[in-house]
């Protein structure tokens, strides 16, 4: 069936520095890549999506990039900050046959920022 | 715009009682979502409606699990009899139908089977 494989699983980086995750799908038919973040004991939440019309997408420290060819999308974080320590899950999406969208996601990147 | 509101938040039940969550999806949001969260995994979706009617069920242990969506707003998962592994975070969520792919979620509740 699809899956979606996430990595690494565990990422510490020092304030400031630079974060990426990485996540690959298998469904060629997925057409929507949204990311989201979970602070512990918190809901997940929308951070940034992407299109499978776009390759590169970017709000502030955040960007993600989309290879479709490769079937592999990443989040880059950039100028990290301590308040970015969290949970990203990736998720690869596509619409349903019976009228639906399916969103597959991975199983996440624990981020520490250590100050 | 008021969120996915989720209920109860936390819930301990012994193996073999039953459990159920209620949940009641941002207004005018036609999809809502049932995913399970166990600790350390990414969310894996149980069951999914649209209005009503249920558009994908296929990862619902049915023998134990059940979802209904009466009215096409408000909806309740319930677990009977539950097992240890059904421990996790039951998380809500919904999105409109128009723009399907953006999902919101609720706080979730967290139940512990001992």
């Known amino acids: 069936g699809e899956n979606v494989e996430q990595h690494p699983s565990t990422l510490s980086v020092q304030e400031g520095d630079s974060a990426v995750i990485k996540c690959t799908y298998s469904?060629?038919?997925?057409?929507?890549f949204p990311w989201y973040k979970q602070e512990l004991g918190k809901r997940p939440q929308l951070i940034i999506d992407i299109r499978s019309n776009v390759g590169e997408k970017k709000d502030q420290r955040i960007a993600v990039t989309l290879n479709k060819t490769a079937k592999h999308f990443s989040l880059h974080i950039t100028e990290t900050q301590p308040e970015d320590s969290a949970v990203y899950f990736c998720a690869a999406s596509r619409g349903g046959n019976t009228g639906g969208f399916k969103t597959i996601f991975g199983a996440g990147t624990r981020l520490f920022v250590k100050a | 715009e008021a969120g996915v509101a989720q209920s109860p938040r936390y819930k301990i039940i012994e193996k073999r009682q039953s459990v159920a969550f209620w949940c009641n999806p941002i207004s005018g949001h036609a999809t809502l979502y049932w995913y399970q969260q166990i600790l350390g995994q990414g969310p894996k979706l149980l069951i999914q409606f649209q209005n009503n009617g249920v558009v994908d069920d296929s990862q619902l242990p049915k023998d134990r699990f059940s979802a209904e969506r009466l009215k096409g707003v408000d909806s309740t998962l319930k677990i009977q009899p539950a097992k240890l592994e059904d421990s996790a975070v039951y998380l809500c969520?919904?999105?409109?139908?128009?723009?399907?792919?953006?999902?919101?979620f609720g706080e979730g509740s967290w139940l512990t089977v001992v």
């Open positions: 469904d060629s038919a997925s057409n929507y």
């Open positions: 969520a919904s999105s409109l139908r128009t723009s399907g792919n953006t999902i919101y």
